[in-house]
Nanobody, 120 residues
Framework: QVQLVESGGGLVQAGGSLRLSCAAS????????LGWFRQAPGKEREFVSD????????TYVNSVKGRFTNSKDNAKNPVYLQMNSLKPEDTAVYYC?????????????WGQGTQVTVSS
């Protein structure tokens, strides 16, 4: 059974930084993609970024490009989301997800989420 545990959320002022971590266990993830999603109050969950388990490829939603960095150390745990130049609109619960079929998150496994709050 896949288990994903996020950590690193918190409260930060606009312009500040946070680093989220996602520790994955319960499966051989060599063919998986790990994704970060977020959900703000009253809004739908949105894709933020993903990375192949090997760490070789990443993608980002346009709103975070140049500010967020998704990384991992080759095939090791965990996955990190470094978030710089944070804005109040980045406030959301951030979720880690794992899928064996990249770009298809419908049947992904999900973590419990970690709250990120950016004050203006």
């Amino acid at each position: 059974q896949v288990q994903l545990v996020e950590s690193g959320g918190g409260l930060v002022q606009a312009g500040g930084s946070l680093r989220l971590s996602c520790a994955a266990s319960g499966r051989n993830f060599s063919s998986y993609a790990l994704g970060w999603f977020r959900q703000a109050p009253g809004k739908e969950r949105e894709f933020v970024s993903d990375i192949l388990w090997s760490g070789s490829e990443t993608t980002y939603v346009n709103s975070v490009k140049g500010r967020f960095t998704n990384s991992k150390d080759n095939a090791k745990n965990p996955v990190y989301l470094q978030m710089n130049s944070l804005k109040p609109e980045d406030t959301a619960v951030y979720y880690c997800a794992a899928t064996s079929s990249r770009w298809n998150w419908r049947f992904a496994s999900w973590g419990q989420g970690t709250q990120v709050t950016v004050s203006s």
